[in-house]
């Protein structure tokens, strides 16, 4: 007995060393940190940085997940299977061929490590900017971003019974929640408002989805599966069109209909704060670079389109042959006997005289623009107002083939052109009363930031909930910096929707959306 008794003794203490989470000879298993958050720094490249984002979800009490955002290689919640070994991580990311090798500080609000890629291997340090319950009593976690599926739509617009083919991006889950319906700029768009490789809506559209907020985009008359003619619809049309996707959103048995907006790109943006006008307004707008100045001025202000590469290459010419003029008569000063100081002081007066007659060369071209704009809004029969601008045209650009003046002349007497050669987006600002985020772009230059912001205030001085502001460095498609992305093999850079503008614009929405 004494013996048996000894024997389930000895057995009892190896089960309880054998019980999970041990292995003998070994301590026990470390507990899964809590890291759950989105963590948050600048990557180091040579030449300057680029934001990075790892975001850790917990979704059961022993389980870590991780997802990367490094939008300077267009690489958006990228799987990057997490591993723990002691108080070691180690994420990889396969389809970014990216390690990144690190330890959690003693406050749990820094990971420092190493990141590794083909080609580089730096330090990294990412900072937790937002944390995540780590998990619910069910065991379930508040995930990071959440998941979100597409459903077509199709629209009529009256009057014409135009229909309207879009895409809802709709978070999964019962609802409801915030929703926006997103308008863009001048000229014929398809609903991703794709120009080349670029698709600023559908990149919109995804990273709203993923924070829950429902986003629709159709494409603009004419184009997809939208019917109609563009150049033929005014801004009454368009603006009928958008109060249509508003209410077909408020609608929606998932979307609150008390936090539904617009969000316009350029054109879209004074659509935007037409609708925000008329007796139901939507609940909110965010402008993207709107203009804030008449549209006879705004386009007065822009490059002409019609400029061809013979034309453009010819200019190059010019200024690279009064360049090399400039660099002989300084080598003929310096063989003269002329000193250093005098040499370099003739060739900045030399550079400023160039750079004086290309300033001439713009203001002449803007004066152009400006009178043939002004022809056409007040010349109301078409035919007459074509053959005056086919023959300003061809006398302006002598090497541009005849039918390209005659196709440009044509565009410019279209109904929507003359609508918006008469567009005042002052008109019906003072009505505007529901919240408002103004953003533009520093490095814009089809629309000034300065000019048309400040006019947009100024229309908008009666409403207490405008927000203004410019994001440095971002042009008028709202593009990441070149200086912040990773290029390609051959040097080139594919043009990414700016996560400073996606970040201002979500978070704005949530205060509004009462997140």
């Known amino acids: 007995m004494r013996y048996l008794s000894l024997r389930f003794a000895i057995c009892g203490a190896l089960l309880i060393w054998l019980l999970p989470g041990r292995v003998l000879g070994q301590p ?3 507990a899964v940190p ?7 720094g600048p990557l180091a490249i040579p030449g300057g940085s680029v934001p990075i984002q790892i975001v850790i979800s917990q979704p059961a009490s022993g389980k870590l997940t991780a997802d990367l955002d490094l939008p300077a290689k267009r690489l958006n919640r990228v799987p990057m299977p997490l591993t723990l070994r002691r108080d070691t991580l180690i994420f990889f990311a396969p389809l970014a061929e990216s390690r990144f090798v690190c330890v959690a500080s003693a406050d749990g609000k820094r990971l420092s490590g190493i990141w590794s890629q083909p080609g580089l291997r730096v330090p990294l340090t990412l900072s937790l900017s937002e944390s995540v319950v780590a998990a619910q009593p069910n065991g379930q976690a508040a995930p990071a971003a959440t998941t979100y599926h597409t459903e077509q739509v199709t629209l009529t617009s009256q009057p014409g019974h135009i229909t309207l083919g879009g895409t809802l991006s709709i978070p999964d889950g019962a609802g409801p929640f915030p929703a926006v319906l997103l308008l863009s700029d ?8 794709r120009v080349g490789e670029y698709r600023l809506f559908a990149a919109m559209a995804a990273a709203f989805a993923r924070e829950g907020i429902a986003v629709l985009r159709l494409d603009d ?31 929606r048995p998932t979307v609150d209909p008390a936090r539904t907006g617009l969000i316009g790109h350029g054109e879209g943006g004074n659509l935007a704060l037409l609708a925000a006008a008329q007796p139901v307004p939507p609940d909110f707008v965010v402008t993207l670079a709107a203009s804030g100045l008449p549209g ?18 010819q200019a190059g010419a010019a200024r690279r042959l009064a360049w090399a003029g400039v660099l002989q008569s300084a080598a003929k000063l310096r063989a003269s006997g002329s000193n250093a100081a005098q040499v370099e002081t003739y060739i900045t007066q030399q550079r400023l005289k160039i750079k004086s007659e290309e300033r001439k060369n713009v203001a002449g071209t803007l004066k152009f623009r400006r009178t043939m704009l002004e022809i056409v809004s007040q010349t109301s029969n078409n035919d007459q107002a074509q053959a005056i601008v086919v023959n300003m045209l061809r006398q302006r650009y002598p090497q541009q083939e005849p039918a ?3 196709n440009r002349a044509a565009e410019l ?3 929507w052109s003359r609508s918006y050669l008469k567009f005042d987006p002052q008109v019906g600002l003072a009505r505007v009363q529901c919240p408002v985020l103004l953003l533009h772009g520093a490095e814009d230059e089809e629309v000034n930031a300065s000019t048309n912001l400040a006019a947009l205030e100024k229309g908008l001085k009666s409403n207490k909930r405008v927000t203004a502001r410019r994001l440095p460095g971002i042009n008028h498609w709202f593009q990441t910096p070149a200086s912040e992305l990773l290029p390609n093999a051959d040097g080139s850079f594919d043009p990414i929707v700016s996560t400073l503008m996606l970040d201002t614009v979500r978070d704005w929405v949530r205060q509004q959306a009462g997140k």
């Open 34 to 40: 809590a890291l759950a958050g989105t963590w948050k």
């Open 296 to 313: 006879l001025d705004l386009l007065a202000n822009q490059a002409e389109p019609l400029a061809s590469p013979a034309d453009t290459a």
């Open 186 to 193: 001048m000229g014929s768009h398809d609903r991703d408002s």
């Open 221 to 251: 008359r004419g184009v997809g599966q939208s019917e109609g003619n563009g150049s033929l619809a005014t801004t009454a049309d368009l603006l009928r069109d958008a109060v249509l996707g508003l209410s077909y959103l408020r609608q």
């Open 404 to 406: 390209e003046a005659r």
């Open 413 to 415: 007497v279209t109904p």
């Open 28 to 30: 026990a298993r470390p």
